[in-house]
């Protein structure tokens, strides 16, 4: 099994590819899509990709935790933090793969 | 946003596209980035996040209808981090700016 990264490189070729627009064009299409994910999350919207998954931010309490370092307790502010849950057809299709 | 809703927001930004070729491209990028991790690989996307596969051991489970123990096997599961400037985006509040 070849592990493989994807970068936007590789989305910009397959998009130029499929759609026969020039690279600049393509880069930018996904680069849109990218950037409207992020911001419908930072409204606060759920990202819901059928087929694909749902990303979804949630919020975190202020907590204490510690230094891993230090071992000295530090404060947590509240956060929001994304999660993502892949769809079922997409857990199906890694374990799979990457079980041969 | 579901994502009929991102491919016709793309579409109206997109005029001279038709709203058939920026389905497809939605559709393209998101088939790359699961058969991407089908092989095994990861996905990363700066300012975005990075997808990866994760392996889970097996352990002893329980039917929660029954009570009883299940064996569930070892798997590989998807697992998104979110990148550095999306964590940053997502908690910026007006005092943030004074850092």
């Known amino acids: ?100 | 946003m579901l994502k009929s809703e991102l491919i016709e927001r793309l579409a109206s930004e997109y005029p001279h596209l038709t709203q058939k070729d920026v389905e497809r491209a939605v559709n393209l990028i998101l088939e790359s980035m699961i058969s991407t991790l089908e092989k095994g690989g990861r996905v990363e996307l700066r300012g975005f996040g990075a997808l990866s596969v994760r392996s889970r051991p097996a352990r002893a489970g329980r039917n929660p209808r029954t009570g009883e123990s299940v064996k569930v096997p070892a798997k590989h599961v998807p697992f998104f981090k979110s990148g550095k400037e999306l964590r940053e985006r997502l908690n910026l509040t007006g005092d943030d700016n004074a850092e």
């Open chain 1, 1 to 100: 099994m070849k592990s493989q990264t994807l970068t936007r490189a590789e989305l910009f070729e397959d998009v130029h590819n499929e759609l026969g627009l020039p690279r600049q064009e393509c880069a930018a299409i996904v680069e849109r899509t990218l950037d409207l994910v992020v911001e419908a999350l930072e409204r606060g919207d759920t990202v819901k990709l059928s087929g694909f998954g749902v990303f979804q931010v949630r919020e975190k309490n202020a907590r204490v935790g510690r230094n891993p370092k230090t071992g000295k307790p530090a404060a947590i502010d509240p956060r929001k933090v994304i999660s993502f849950r892949a769809s079922q057809i997409v857990k199906a299709r890694v374990d799979a793969g990457t079980h041969e």
